[in-house]
């Protein structure tokens, strides 16, 4: 099996469990958010299925379960790319379920992403920081995101493995990934640009890259067959998405300084509002206002910090990816959470927690690092769980 397959399973099923357990506890303990309503797509087999499937169902689930049994039969799940429920409906076949078929999709790719990634990293920077940057990865505090039906883990199997056959001077092989990532999510064709500055050997080999932004454009040219190629792009309607260039990042700072000021206020004094989740009536959720936006403000933090060092530690394209991949998270903001998922987009930028683990580890602080981080994996891993709105 060798160093890299052992410690694939051992963090897959390490990880794994803890997430499990948090989210099934939780479910038991404290029950679902009172005002969510699970789409019969994620529970068809009753109750106790229902709960061993939960740490993985909740939200968008149903769309890509919905996606992979019947197609697009709703005009908002043109948002959903086709690549990963593509899969799931492939699985399904011998299984009988859309939902079983996407979970093993799930697993298998954050298994794959977990392998590639202990060889990137041994490649990069040594075999000393492979194991724990498969244990930050793992344990990242949205890392329930990866074995949940939802395409976090295909997508960083695939971004991955382009940096990995590319470094390996696979060309054809990184154009494939990049192309299949651009399929997963319209982002994967940001990997153009980390590619395109890895090193070559053959001049010519930058021609294969020519093949990475064919993953969105068959996309848009299924769309096109219905009537209109840019439809997953007008989809985002439905979630009140816009493109504002650094209109996220500009809203939600400014969101997270309005409710660390109510805190300081206390409950009983009125400072500038600012609308909630709960309060947009899209996404209910007894987070509170500061909570909400104070966790999206902290991840962006964690980001541009974590992007400065990875511009110190690893080579340029590494640095380039997480850049324009965060840059264009942060401009399309939500009209009432303007930094909505973007905690769970930086957690598939897998450069950032290669950062991390080496800065871990440099300063012997890895145990402390993995403490942090799988607190907060077993808190955000409860409140998904009981459909409480994370990201």
Known sequence: MGVAGRDTWQVLLGSRALVWVAGIGAALRFGFEPSASAPA?????????????????????????????????????AAFFPL??????????????????????????????????????????????????????????????????????????????????????RWALAALAGALAAATRNTGVLLLVPLLLLPRTRPRDVLWLAAVPAGLAAVLGYWATRGDALEPFHAQRFWYRDFSPLGGAAHGLWDA????????????????????????????????????????AGFLVFAIVAIIGVARRL????????????????????????????????????PLTIWLAMWAVDRERLGQTLTVCAGLLVLLSAEFATWRWVA
């Not at 169902?57 to 197609?71: E, Q």
């Not at 695939?158 to 390996?168: E, K, N, P």
């Not at 380039?320 to 399309?332: E, F, I, K, N």
Request: charged residues 10%; aromatic residues 12%.
């Open 41 to 77: 797509d994620v529970h068809p087999y009753g109750w106790f299925v229902s709960l061993l499937t939960l740490p993985a169902t909740p939200w968008d689930a149903g769309h890509y379960v919905a996606i992979a049994d019947r197609g697009y039969d709703e005009p908002l799940r």
């Open 84 to 169: 990963y429920p593509l899969l799931a409906r492939i699985v399904t076949l011998p299984l009988e379920s859309p939902l079983l078929g996407a979970l093993l999709v799930s697993f298998a790719a954050l298994a794959a992403a977990l392998y590639l990634l202990h060889r990137l990293v041994t490649l990069e920077v040594g075999e000393r920081y492979a194991r724990p940057a498969l244990l930050v990865t793992a344990l990242f505090p949205t890392a329930f995101f990866l074995s949940a039906i939802y395409t976090e883990s295909l997508f960083l199997a695939l971004s991955v493995g382009a940096f990995y056959a590319a470094r390996r001077q």
């Open 257 to 296: 300084g309005v409710s660390l000021a109510q805190v300081a206020a206390g409950p009983g004094h009125a400072v500038l509002a600012t609308p909630t989740v709960a309060q947009a009536g899209q996404l209910a959720s007894p987070l509170t206002l500061a909570t909400v936006d104070l966790t999206d």
């Open 315 to 350: 080579p340029l394209a590494y640095a380039a990816y997480t850049a324009v991949a965060l840059l264009v998270a942060v401009s399309a903001p939500n009209n009432y959470e303007p930094l909505m998922s973007l905690p769970r987009y930086v957690g598939v930028l897998f």
